[in-house]
Structure formats: structure tokens, C-alpha cells
């Protein structure tokens, strides 16, 4: 591939991916305000289109056209750079996630992905490591009391919670053997028996991804871990004093955060895009892709229901459990998958 | 050609971070310029081919580390801090001391060591082959450092949960209450 090839297509994945999480963004804010209708037997959007499916574009039209209040107490420079760091990493995550097996289009053979790193799984985490910058600067910038507590709960939060995170992961790696998420995936390819597929979560990862799902909860600041934004004491925690664009940033980040952590889900413990195979050609290459899609979907429609039903928990509650509970289970969940893989070696 | 432009100019991204650090009078903003530093110390790594030494860089410093500096500045409420007009002592020797140490430095590093050019992937850079090193064969220096972390971490737990501390402030609560 020559240099000029190599940028066009680079270029045209981003624009597609870029296009793909902005939609998947959108109809997630959707989905979640149609389902959590359902649960608390109301129907959510259904004016604006059929099912209210046009809604989240009415949203954003809204979102362009109402005024950008500056507040006149914040810290200008930060105020303003802050939903841009928080909207910029949580955009850029999605950039080393493989969502399917390589293809050929006009003759360019290329990865479903915008670019393929060996060390994709700790880009993910050093990238959304950097996020939390977004909201301790809007926390502190702000200049008002519950902004300030909003962010400092956030960055204590994220820091105590990804660090089980990280853990849950090792296991995975141990097991692969690699940090590519493309080598991770294609080792949870085939079946146990013929019929239990060979996904992490079936290799005994099953506690790592339970402890996964609760740190990522947490990481994305969701109910019931959302005390960063606790709407019952703290106005809307970080992002009070948001409006407008600036606000729809920091949404829009906390979304696009909510599926990066759903493919990370799916390409570690669920098997990525590993799924039956059958049909025409054209099909079998489509296939993958949809197994992923599904997989996501289900993903965030427990992180919804999640939200519909569980009661918020306290803070000292939240940092107890992630300090005395999730991160010893995960140092145990470690040494014995690292003590099973060196005996079997 | 291309690697030398971007190495250049990270370099000077990264050098900019740092005397921006020592200008800036708010300390929120010296932090914020740390991260640049270390975020470009990650990208210098990268170009060097040592990317799992880049992206523990980008997780452990500035993810993490410069996490807790912005959160205790937060915690604090630092505000600006006032100019002094500075020492004459440091003006007079600081900033030759500075000229002539770095001058040295240079000259040792480029003329005498032989260590004045590192190609494109001369660095450890893939994860085996910075496991093997760590785990094989600088396993001892390696475990005696976490101990020595191990330490400074139980000294922090120590110094800041003295039992006498709390004491005292739960008894001053009862006289208040």
C-alpha cells in the first residue's frame, strides 16, 4: 500500500467510525430513554418520528441552538477546554477497537479497524485513563460548590475503580498471551464440545467480568455508581454549570465512554465478532460484524436496565466496596488464573 | 526523515511543558503542564519503538499520578501564588550552575559514553521482551524495588491514620458537640 493509499483509507475509516459511534451515541440516549420508560411504565420519546426515533436528532438540533452561557465566575481557559478533553479521548478509544476480521474493498485488503497496534488493549486504557481530565477540570473550573464535589467524587472514583479494572483484565491477558485485541479475540475462536463457545467468560473469566462490569460501571459514572452527578444533592455533580454545546460534550462523552467499555466487554470476555457462520458468501462477511453489534447491544441494554432498576449507593459505600471487595477478588481472580495457566504449561 | 520532524518537535512540545510549569503561577496550570511533558515523553518513547514503555507512561503518569496532583490541588483549593522577586544567590550562581551542568551533561552524553544516538527500535520494546527482563533477569533488583515501594506505601498508610490524630479530633468533635 503506498503512502497515498495508506492516508485515504486511513482517512475514510475515521470518517466512518467517527459517523458509526456518533449514531451508535445517539440512539443509545434513545434506547435508554425508551427502555427506562418501559420499566417505570411510561413510553418514553414518541412524538418526534415513529417510536420517537427521530428524537435524538431534534435533541441535537436543540443542543446547536440554545445559548452558550458563560457563567462569569469560571475559569475561562479550563471551563471551556474541559468538555473538549472529556468529548476528545472518549472519541479517540474507539480508534484501535477491532469490530470484525480484515476485508477487501476495491482490491485494499484492510482491518476492520482504523489501525491495528500490538499494544491495543493499554492504548484503550491509557486513553481513557486521560479522560477523567475532562471532569476534574470542569469539577474545579466551574467555581461553584457542587461542580467541585462532583469532580473531586469523579476523579477519586475513576482512580480507585480502574485500578480493578485493570486487574480483571490480566487474567484475560494471561490467557492470550498478547495485548493485540485482535490476537485476544481470535483466541476465543472455536467451541468446547461443539456447542459451549471458547469465549473468555467460559475459560473461567467468568468472575474477572463480573468484576469488569461493576469497575466499568463505576468508570463510566452510571447509576449505581453516578455520585458524581448525583442529581439528589449535587444539582448535576461536574457538569452544573454546563449548557448547550459544552453540556451535549460531556454527554455525548459519557455515551461514547458507555460503548468503548461495551466493545472492550465483548472483544475480552464475550468472543468479539465469533459467532455462527453460515449462508452465501456475502453473508458469511457481514456476519461477524452483526454477532459484534449484538453482542454491544446487549451490553448496554443491561448498563439500561441496570439503571432502571438499582437505588444509588453511598460514597463510602462505593469506595469500601471498591477497595476492601472488587480489588482483593481481583488480585485472587489473578494469581489463580496465573497459578492454572502455569500448571497446564 | 519523517520519525526525525515529529521527534524534533515533541522535544520542543515537551521542553515547552516544562519551563510553561515553572512560569505559570497557578499551580492547576503547572500540572496541567506536567501532563504535556509526560504525554510527550510517551510519544518520545513510541518514536524510539519502546511503546509499552509509552503506554505505561501514559497510564501510570499521566493517567494516574497527575490524576492525584490535580485532585490534591482541587482538594486544597490552591489558589494563585504570589511573585517573589527571587534570591540574588540564585540569580548570580543558579542560572550559570544551570548553563554549565547541562552543557556537561551533554558534552559526557554525546562525546564519552557513546550513547549520543539511539535508533528506531534499539529500546526494549515489546512486552516479552520487558517481562523477560524484568522477571529473569533483574528479578532481584526488581523485587527488592517493590519492597521498597511496599514500605513508602505502609509509612503513608502510618503517618496518615496516627492513632493519636484521631483521638484527638474525635475528642474536640464531643467538646463541640
Known amino acids: ?345 | 526523515m519523517l520519525h526525525l520532524i515529529v521527534f524534533s518537535v515533541f522535544g520542543l512540545v515537551c521542553a515547552a511543558g516544562a519551563v510553561n510549569l515553572l512560569v505559570q503561577r497557578h499551580p492547576i496550570n503547572s500540572a496541567l503542564s506536567l501532563v504535556v511533558v509526560m504525554g510527550s515523553l510517551a510519544v518520545e518513547y513510541l518514536l524510539l519503538g519502546a511503546e509499552f514503555v509509552a503506554a505505561v507512561q501514559v497510564i501510570v503518569y499521566a493517567g494516574a499520578i497527575m490524576v492525584l496532583f490535580v485532585f490534591v490541588i482541587m482538594l486544597l483549593n490552591a489558589g494563585e501564588e504570589d511573585r517573589t522577586k527571587g534570591s540574588r544567590v540564585a540569580m548570580l550562581f543558579g542560572i550559570p550552575g544551570v548553563l554549565i551542568g547541562s552543557v556537561l551533561v551533554a558534552w559526557v552524553l554525546l562525546e564519552r559514553s557513546g550513547t549520543g544516538n539511539v535508533a528506531v527500535g534499539a529500546l526494549p520494546g515489546p512486552p516479552k521482551v520487558i517481562g523477560w527482563l524484568l522477571f529473569h533477569d533483574f528479578l532481584l533488583p526488581f523485587e527488592v524495588t517493590s519492597v521498597l515501594v511496599l514500605i513508602a506505601i505502609m509509612g503513608a498508610v502510618v503517618l496518615a491514620s496516627h492513632p493519636g490524630a484521631v483521638q484527638q479530633s474525635t475528642q474536640s468533635d464531643k467538646r463541640e458537640g
Open chain 1, 1 to 345: 500500500m503506498s503512502l497515498g493509499e495508506f492516508i485515504l483509507v486511513s482517512i475514510v475509516k475515521i470518517v466512518i467510525a467517527i459517523g458509526i459511534l456518533l449514531t451508535a451515541v445517539a440512539y443509545t440516549v434513545w434506547l435508554e430513554r425508551k427502555v427506562v420508560g418501559h420499566i417505570q411504565n411510561r413510553w418514553g420519546p414518541t412524538r418526534v418520528g415513529p417510536f420517537g426515533l427521530l428524537q435524538p436528532l431534534a435533541d441535537g438540533v436543540k443542543f446547536i441552538f440554545k445559548e452558550d452561557l458563560l457563567p462569569p465566575h469560571v475559569f475561562k481557559p479550563l471551563y471551556i477546554a474541559a468538555p473538549m478533553i472529556a468529548l476528545i479521548f472518549a472519541l479517540t478509544s474507539i480508534s484501535v477497537i477491532p469490530i470484525g476480521n480484515w476485508i477487501t474493498v476495491f482490491g485494499i485488503h484492510t482491518p476492520l479497524e482504523i489501525t491495528d497496534v500490538n499494544i491495543g488493549l493499554l492504548v484503550v486504557l491509557g486513553i481513557t485513563s486521560l479522560g477523567v481530565y475532562g471532569v476534574a477540570l470542569a469539577g474545579w473550573s466551574s467555581n461553584s460548590k457542587y461542580s467541585l464535589l462532583g469532580g473531586l467524587r469523579a476523579s477519586a472514583q475513576m482512580v480507585s475503580y480502574e485500578i480493578s479494572l485493570g486487574l480483571s483484565l490480566v487474567g484475560v491477558l494471561i490467557l492470550a498471551g498478547s495485548f493485540s485485541l485482535r490476537d485476544i479475540v481470535d483466541a476465543q475462536g472455536g467451541t468446547f464440545w461443539g456447542f459451549i463457545p471458547r469465549w473468555n467468560i467460559f475459560q473461567g473469566q467468568i468472575v474477572a467480568f463480573f468484576i469488569y462490569l461493576m469497575a466499568a460501571y463505576a468508570e463510566t459514572n452510571r447509576v449505581p455508581f453516578d455520585l458524581p452527578e448525583a442529581e439528589t444533592e449535587l444539582v448535576a455533580g461536574y457538569h452544573t454549570e454546563y449548557s448547550a454545546m459544552k453540556f451535549a460534550m460531556f454527554f455525548m462523552a459519557e455515551y461514547a465512554n458507555m460503548i468503548t467499555v461495551a466493545c472492550l466487554a465483548t472483544l475480552l470476555f464475550l468472543g468479539g465478532w465469533h459467532g455462527p457462520l453460515f449462508g452465501p458468501p456475502f453473508l458469511q462477511a457481514i456476519l461477524p460484524v452483526f454477532w459484534f453489534a449484538i453482542k454491544i447491544f446487549a451490553f448496554l441494554f443491561l448498563y439500561i436496565w441496570v439503571r432502571g432498576t438499582l437505588p444509588r449507593f453511598r460514597y463510602d459505600q462505593l469506595m469500601a466496596f471498591g477497595w476492601k471487595f472488587l480489588l482483593p477478588l481481583a488480585i485472587a481472580n489473578l494469581v489463580i488464573t496465573a497459578l492454572i495457566v502455569a500448571l497446564r504449561a
